[in-house]
C-alpha cells in the first residue's frame, strides 16, 4: 500500500467515525483495516451498536471513483460480502463521489461516503442521506480541462451524431486536434461512461448526462466582447447580415446565442443581436452594418474569441446564414439568466433529442 492510499484510508475511517458518531442510537464503533477474509482483502470493515443489535459495514476505498471504476468497486464489494458472510453492509469510500456514482450505488444497494460531504447509508433501521455542491479541486481541473477549448472541440464533433463510431485519427483531423488530445478526451468519456468504445470505434453512450455536466460547467470563451449600435432592425438587419455573410470576402461570422436560436428553435425575442466573428468578421459587420459605438443602447453584441474552435460549431442554413449549433447555441443560452435558460431548454426539446 502506498502513502496515497494510506491517506484515502485514514480519511475514510475518519469521515464513517464522525458521520455514525451524529446518530445518538449508534454506540461501540470499531475499526479494522486491510482484512483478509478468504482471499478477499477488505480496505475497512466498521462494526457498531444499535440497540442490542451489531452492524457490520464492508468498505472499499478508492481513490477515484468515476463511473467505469465504480462498477468495479461494486464487484470487489460483492466479492467482500460473500466472503466475510453475516448481513454486511456494503459501502464505497472515495476523496469525490459524482452524482452519476451515487446513482449506480443506489441501483446496487451500496452505500457510499465521500470526502466533500456526500454519503448514503441504510443499515440495520438507520439511515444517513447528506449532499453537497462542493467538488474537490482535484475534480474541478479534471472537469475544466474535459470542457475547454481544444476538448470541447472533440465534444462538438461527437455530439453532432453521438451514435457514430469514431476511429481516433478520424476524430482528431474532425476536430483538428492531435490523436493523442483526441485519446485523452476520449478516455475521461468512458471512465464517466459517456462513452463506450468497440472494434468499430467509439461513440457517445449517455450524450444527455455529458450535456448535464457540460452545462454545469461552462464558461464562454474567452475574448474580446464588442457591444455596438445599429439603426437597423427587423428585415432590414436580417438582410443586411445575410449580405455580409454571403460576401465571398474571408472572414469568420455567425450568428450566436438567442439570434442562433431564432433559426434552431425559437423561442425568446430580445432586442440584441448576437455574433460570434473573427477580426475580419467584426470589421464586415461593422460596415456592412453601419454600426456605432454607443455608451447606451447597444444592440449589437460581438464576441471576438481568442480561440477559433468556436468558430467549428458553425452550421450553414439554406438561405445562406450561419449560426453556432445546436450544443453551442444551448451552453451560451445556459448562462444567459433566467429567460436564455428557458430558451436553452426549448431548444433542447426541439433540437437535441438523441
Excluded at 459495514?57 to 468495479?72: C, D, Y
Excluded at 437597423?232 to 465571398?248: F, I, K, P, W, Y
Excluded at 456605432?292 to 450553414?316: E, H, W, Y
Aim: proline share 4%.
Amino acid at each position: 500500500m502506498n502513502a496515497h492510499d494510506l491517506v484515502n484510508e485514514d480519511q475514510a475511517e475518519q469521515t464513517l467515525r464522525k458521520l455514525l458518531r451524529r446518530m445518538e442510537s449508534v454506540s461501540d464503533i470499531d475499526v479494522a483495516r486491510q482484512v483478509m477474509s478468504s482471499d478477499t482483502v477488505i480496505d475497512l470493515i466498521v462494526s457498531f451498536r444499535r440497540g442490542k443489535a451489531t452492524h457490520t459495514l464492508l468498505v472499499e476505498v478508492k481513490a477515484n471513483a468515476e463511473p467505469a471504476r465504480v462498477r468495479t468497486a461494486i464487484w470487489q464489494l460483492r466479492s467482500a460480502a460473500q466472503a466475510y458472510g453475516d448481513d454486511a453492509y456494503t459501502v464505497l469510500a472515495a476523496p469525490y463521489v459524482s452524482p452519476a456514482s451515487r446513482e449506480i450505488c443506489h441501483e446496487n444497494g451500496v452505500g457510499f461516503v465521500d470526502f466533500s460531504g456526500n454519503a448514503y447509508l441504510s443499515v440495520g433501521g438507520l439511515e444517513i442521506d447528506h449532499k453537497t455542491d462542493a467538488k474537490p479541486k482535484v475534480e474541478q481541473r479534471v472537469l475544466r480541462s474535459l470542457f475547454k477549448p481544444k476538448a470541447a472541440a472533440v465534444l462538438h464533433t461527437l455530439l453532432k451524431d453521438p451514435k457514430y463510431s469514431w476511429r481516433i485519427g478520424d476524430l482528431a483531423e474532425q476536430a483538428g486536434v492531435s490523436a493523442g488530445h483526441a485519446s485523452q478526451v476520449g478516455k475521461q468519456l468512458r471512465q464517466r461512461e459517456w462513452a463506450e468504445q468497440s472494434e468499430e470505434g467509439m461513440w457517445v453512450s449517455d450524450p444527455n448526462g455529458l450535456l448535464d455536466v457540460w452545462r454545469q460547467e461552462y464558461e464562454p470563451p474567452p475574448g474580446e466582447r464588442v457591444q455596438l449600435y445599429s439603426h437597423l432592425h427587423g428585415s432590414e438587419l436580417q438582410d443586411a447580415v445575410r449580405a455580409v455573410m454571403t460576401d465571398g470576402i474571408d472572414a469568420v461570422l455567425l450568428y450566436a446565442s438567442f439570434s442562433a436560436a431564432d433559426w434552431i428553435a425559437p423561442f425568446a425575442r430580445t432586442g440584441r443581436t448576437y455574433f460570434y466573428a473573427d477580426e475580419r468578421g467584426l470589421a464586415r459587420l461593422q460596415s456592412g452594418l453601419n454600426l456605432q459605438s454607443a455608451a447606451k443602447g447597444a444592440n449589437i453584441d460581438i464576441l471576438v474569441p481568442n480561440d477559433p474552435d468556436v468558430f467549428r460549431t458553425a452550421l450553414r442554413l439554406q438561405n445562406g446564414l450561419v449560426v453556432t449549433g445546436p450544443v453551442q447555441t444551448y451552453l451560451d443560452l445556459s448562462i444567459a439568466g433566467e429567460r436564455g435558460r428557458e430558451a436553452a431548454e426549448h431548444l433542447r426539446a426541439e433540437a437535441l433529442q438523441w
